[in-house]
């Protein structure tokens, strides 16, 4: 029978001491900003210029091709690689293992995107991108449920979730810098790399002991790495709808350098500048937002509230957004979306794991969680041209800030902290192996 209690997600883990808070942040903020910097910064600009050199007037559509496919494929990697990582033995350690691997080898290959001359070229190599890192981001995550106490996961959620702007950001800054296509491409690929190595000397992570009886991955047990039962384990499925509704508002960054480009007609070699400018804005006002947030959401032990603010101020930048008339209004829109970017990334990785069912497949689990922040690099590039041909950018945005104040009102199916097993909001379920089904 499944409890409704806060999990203890605990690993099954040798006696070897786990990495010192100090230690952990910096080791998740260094393969985190790696990965987003060779993520981010060709969906924020690279991928724009690369595929308008490739593909001239179809370069919005190639654009969306490149970004839906790629964006399937980190679908089925986040929780493929989440389950390995959570059944890995090796002496290096469960999460290390996978972080260096997807790191070197996603930075190898990112470099290549600079050689190439077709669309169906960027569109294979971009997804062989996506598999990679996304590997290298499930483990990742699963460090926050693995290593980190229950009192401090807002502390350590709000300083992480500065990865997701701070990537981009070193990104973009370094890229203005360097007039070259294909070097841009190549320092990606260093830089990816050389933080992914850090993270692993920072990180100790001690070697896992597989719980007996536990059977090995065969193809069922890889199937059931894309799956868990909603219905089941109710909290965990409206955490998963939040996290999806919300992550669909600020997807629609992507579309910041296309907006620029084709409403108010900014020329291909200002573009540039101009996104980052918006990303100096965005991640100015979401660093100090989350860290903030964090610290004040562990003090007064309340998540749902800065949740709720996070998709009502993001939604209303996309409404400033969707009416501009001018470029200054674009920035106005920024500061709302930047400051609801920093409320939610403060909170919803520790809200998330406190819905995790299971402390045996955390990884897994977290990763199937974490599709709901890949799904919408794949949604709304498939809406996208729909909503561009009936209505243009005022129609995509729109429609994006209704997913935000929905995906507002859901969070509050679930529990706040402490009032976990109150009959009036979903059940934590824990108790049980989330096999999956």
């Known amino acids: 029978m499944s409890q409704a209690v806060e999990p203890d997600l605990s690993p099954a883990v040798s006696s070897v001491p786990a990495t010192p808070l100090p230690r952990l942040v910096t080791a998740m903020l260094s393969s985190n900003i790696g990965a ?99 590997f290298q981001q499930a483990a990742t995550s699963a460090l926050l449920a693995d290593q980190v106490p229950v009192h401090r996961r807002g502390t350590v959620s709000g300083l992480v979730g500065l990865a997701a702007a701070v990537g981009p950001l070193l990104g973009l800054t370094i890229v203005s810098m360097i007039p070259i296509p294909i070097v841009q491409w190549l320092v990606l690929s260093v830089i990816a790399i050389v933080l992914a190595v850090t993270a692993v000397l920072i990180l100790r992570d001690p070697q896992h002991t597989r719980a007996g009886g536990q059977k090995g991955l065969g ?71 989350s860290v903030v947030a964090g610290i004040v959401s562990d003090k007064v032990r309340r998540q749902k509230p800065f949740v709720i603010a996070a998709g009502v101020i993001g939604a209303g930048g996309l409404v400033i957004m969707a009416f501009a008339a001018e470029i200054g209004m674009i920035y106005l829109a920024t500061v709302f979306i930047g400051i609801g970017m920093g409320l939610f990334f403060s909170i919803d990785s520790a809200l998330c794991v406190r819905v995790l069912p299971s402390s045996e497949n ?42 935000g104040i929905i995906g507002a009102l859901f969070v509050l199916r679930l529990p706040e902290l402490g009032r976990e097993g109150d009959p009036r909001w979903a059940v934590i379920t824990r108790g049980e192996t989330s096999t999956g089904i």
């Not at 370069?59 to 091709?65: D, E, P, S, V």
């Not at 070229?121 to 996304?134: A, I």
């Not at 709304?380 to 994006?400: D, K, M």
């Open 362 to 403: 955390a990884g897994k689990d977290f990763a199937i969680i974490n599709m709901a922040n890949t799904i919408p690099q794949s949604f709304v590039p498939f809406i996208a041209p729909f909503l561009l041909a009936i209505g243009s950018f005022t129609a995509l945005y729109l429609v994006l800030a209704v997913f």
């Open 219 to 289: 193809l069922v047990e890889l199937l059931k790495s894309f799956w868990l039962n909603p219905v089941k384990h109710p909290a965990f499925g409206w955490a998963w709808l939040v996290r999806f509704l919300i992550t669909c508002v600020y997807a629609s960054g992507t579309y910041n350098a296309f907006l620029l480009l084709q409403r108010f007609g900014v020329s291909e070699a200002e573009v540039g500048g101009q996104v980052l400018l918006l990303s100096l804005i965005s991640v100015g006002l979401l660093a100090v937002t």
């Open 36 to 134: 987003l910097i060779a993520l981010l910064t060709p969906l924020s600009l690279l991928l724009t210029l690369h595929l308008t050199r490739i593909a001239g007037s179809e370069a919005a559509a190639a654009f969306g091709l490149v970004t839906g496919f790629g964006a399937l494929f980190a679908l089925f990697a986040n929780p493929l690689g989440g389950r390995l990582s959570d059944r890995t033995v090796a002496r290096f350690g469960r999460r290390r293992t996978w972080i260096l691997t997807g790191g070197i080898s996603g930075g190898l290959v990112v470099g290549t995107l600079g050689f190439t001359t077709e669309v169906w070229q960027v569109v294979v190599v971009w997804c062989v991108v996506q598999t990679l890192f996304n």
